[in-house]
């Protein structure tokens, strides 16, 4: 059964405001606007890059789990503002970013944890796929990555960060990264194709994640410890 | 004036260093900021930056998004891809006022850019595998998107919008072909002034 304590990741689509991109990473990734009591990883930080994806557009993953991520939203939804300075924070951000999608996403099998990727090398070159499936074939989709997927990129110097699926639609997000793009077209040729029956339909974009990304530090930062400037 | 320019043949080899790759954008303008003349010259203007354009190019309001451009890079292999990407989000674009941009990578399977072709119906397409896109008749070009190849994008070309009209009445586009399962398209063309 599953319990509070169980992690589980937002994932964050921001609609980021014209020329804004790197001011916008630093200025979501130093804050944290709830009880320090609530706080979960702040994953990473990352930007699109024109060649593949929607510049300018950045997206924020957050692991965490029910219960703290519960408590944060009770905090920004609850009847009293949260003493934190979160709105203060909410409308001096709003020149930076006009709005977003999110979604609540569970790990798919195998898919690792923040301490299980910070004991290898940093990686802020990442591959994003967006992928809309055939209802019922999401749950295929996620266990094929992680037997699939994962050792065929990883053949070639990539590592899949995270294959994750949303909560409530039959979508599948998932992050392959590497150290620097000097391997993109080995991926293109190590990656496999899904099943067509899944009828995948993939969105794929190209980030480079925020240097003070949770995820690139070593040691692994604590929740609520900040970042390398 | 927009100009249409010819690849060195270097396709059909996704996942191989020395082909080439190209990028392809769209952008959504507003006619309360930058119109389809300003997104031209900000697309053109990408050149100072080292990005190498093969097509820039107008949608039609009237079967696409308006006001809105489109334009296709070209990177020679992934080395330049590579150094294209290293800049990072200070790459010199003029981003003011966009409404949205999309932007995608293929490699090419078939085709090339014919310089007497001036107006262009552009499509995204999606078959159930990589050979089924590969195996799809009547495009001028055809691309393979380079980490989903069994989506592409399709271009049929003609030299002028009537021409194009000429080739709609004949039957073109790829929607009901053997093996398409999605197809979007509209028509776009390269504007002969500078367009409010």
């Known amino acids: 059964m599953a319990s509070e304590n169980d992690r589980f990741y937002l994932w964050e689509d921001i609609y980021i405001a014209p020329g804004r991109v790197t001011h916008y990473l630093g200025n979501m990734g130093n804050d944290w606007s709830f009880d320090p009591k609530l706080r979960y990883h702040l994953f990473g930080l990352f930007g699109h890059l024109r060649p593949m994806g929607h510049a300018p557009r950045g997206m924020n993953l957050w692991e965490g789990d029910w219960k703290r991520v519960t408590g944060m939203l009770t905090e920004q939804f609850g009847p009293k503002a949260p003493g934190h300075g979160f709105e203060a924070w909410w409308m001096r951000s709003n020149v930076d970013r006009a709005g977003g999608w999110d979604r609540l996403m569970l790990p798919g099998p195998g898919s690792p944890s923040i301490a299980e990727i910070a004991k290898g090398a940093p990686r802020p070159c990442v591959i994003q796929q967006i992928v809309r499936l055939r209802q019922g074939a999401r749950d295929d989709y996620l266990e094929w990555f992680g037997k699939k997927v994962r050792p065929a990129v990883e053949r070639v110097g990539w590592k899949p960060l995270k294959w994750m699926g949303a909560i409530h639609s039959s979508l599948a997000i998932t992050l392959i990264a590497a150290p620097d793009w000097s391997r993109m077209a080995d991926l293109a040729a190590a990656m496999p194709a899904p099943d067509p029956a899944w009828e995948a339909d993939v969105e794929t974009h190209a980030m480079q994640a925020w240097a003070g990304c949770s995820y690139l530090q070593r040691p692994l930062l604590e929740p609520g410890q900040s970042p390398k400037r | ?196």
């Not at chain 2, 389809?36 to 190498?52: C, F, S, V």
């Not at chain 2, 990578?105 to 078959?127: I, M, P």
Request: net charge positive; with cysteine.
């Open chain 2, 1 to 196: 004036m927009a100009t249409v320019k010819n690849s060195t043949g270097k396709g059909g080899a996704r996942g191989k260093s020395s082909a080439e790759i190209y990028s392809f954008w769209e952008l959504m303008g507003a006619t309360t900021g930058p119109t389809r003349g300003e997104l031209a010259h900000r697309i053109t203007a990408m050149g100072r930056n080292g990005w190498d354009l093969a097509i820039n190019l107008a949608s039609i309001g009237s079967d696409g998004h308006w006001p809105h451009s489109m334009a296709v890079f070209r990177f020679a292999n992934a080395a330049a891809l590579e150094k294209q990407l290293k800049v990072g989000f200070a790459d010199g674009m003029d981003e003011r006022d966009l409404k949205w941009a999309k932007m995608k990578l293929a490699t090419k399977l078939r085709g090339d850019l014919d310089t007497q072709h001036r107006s262009w119906l552009f499509e995204y397409v999606r078959f159930g595998s990589a050979a089924d896109l590969a195996a799809h008749q009547g495009p001028d070009l055809l691309f393979a998107e380079l980490y989903a190849p069994w989506q592409g994008i399709a271009m049929w070309g003609a030299d002028s919008l009537r021409g194009l009209m000429q080739r709609e009445l004949k039957g073109i586009g790829s929607v009901g072909k053997p093996g398409v399962l999605q197809c979007t398209g509209w028509w776009t063309t390269i504007p002969e002034r500078v367009l409010v």
